[in-house]
């Protein structure tokens, strides 16, 4: 039986056995019985859900006894063919990598804009959605319409406003130009709001849903733009590019807040 091997990703604040797992360990669960572990096969299934969080390289332990067998036949039922990721009961974390890989080849710069959405506050929310650019929701949108010329199967979504878009899923083998990266940076806004957001953070709108309203929403839109700018670079022109980090320049200044974790 060949070695499955792919990714796994744990967030911070993660109560199982992984979270305080390194290196060179052994995982495996109490119980033979679901949640199974999750092994993507490749970086782009990765689903980041929580942020932030633990990266490792990883590899299937193959069963070995009776009830180990059992299991992995269990966690496979009802698994599509091509899912692009397998259910385990035992896994070898082989190396620990970092998390930006996840985001592209920018991704350490994508994990700055991550970084500052974490700490926003109303303030800091406020100072970004008057510095954003009025020109930066064309920019953004020209620059998904740039990703999507190149995806296999991005041509019916070209043209589109693309209003603080997170994601594209279909398009390509990637949901968007920094993988997950966009809605992960969504979800730490919402998360900055429940931690230092006020009673009006929310709004409902026309169609009776709950929105994000201003200054987040902006300030989330000048992040978004940020982390296209940053993370993205080659999709953008001059002119795109300095549209896209106006707000992050007038806020945390060109080379952006500390860098480290």
Do not use: K
């Not at 995982?27 to 033979?32: K, R």
């Not at 300030?219 to 896209?244: I, K, N």
């Amino acid at each position: 039986m060949s070695t499955v091997s792919g990714f796994v990703y744990v967030h911070d604040e993660a109560r199982d056995l992984l979270r305080g797992a390194v290196a060179g360990s052994r995982v495996t669960l109490p119980a033979f019985e679901p949640p199974w572990r999750v092994v993507d096969h490749a970086l782009e299934g990765v689903v980041v859900a929580r942020w932030p969080g633990r990266l490792f390289r990883a590899e299937v332990v193959p069963p070995a006894t009776d009830g180990e067998r059992a299991a992995l036949a269990r966690a496979a039922e009802n698994l599509r063919p091509g899912a692009g990721y397998t259910r385990a009961v035992s896994v070898d974390l082989v190396q620990e990598l970092s998390p930006a890989v996840l985001f592209g080849p920018h991704g350490e710069a994508v994990c700055r804009v991550l970084r500052a959405a974490g700490a926003l506050d109303e303030e800091g929310a406020g100072r970004l959605a008057a510095a954003r650019h009025p020109a930066a929701d064309r920019a953004y949108g020209g620059a998904w319409d740039s990703w999507l010329l190149d995806q296999p199967r991005g041509a019916t979504c070209r043209g589109r406003a693309h209003v603080r878009t997170l994601a594209v899923p279909g398009a390509g083998p990637s949901g968007s130009p920094i993988g997950h990266g966009f809605s992960v940076l969504a979800g730490a806004v919402r998360a900055s709001i429940r931690l230092r957001g006020g009673a009006g953070a929310y709004t409902v709108d026309e169609d009776g849903e709950r929105v994000m309203a201003d200054p987040w929403a902006a300030a989330l839109g000048a992040l978004l733009d940020a982390a296209m700018a940053f993370g993205a670079p080659h999709l953008l022109d001059d002119r795109s590019a300095a549209v896209l980090t106006t707000a992050w320049n007038a806020v945390f200044g060109p080379a952006g807040p500390n860098t480290g974790a």
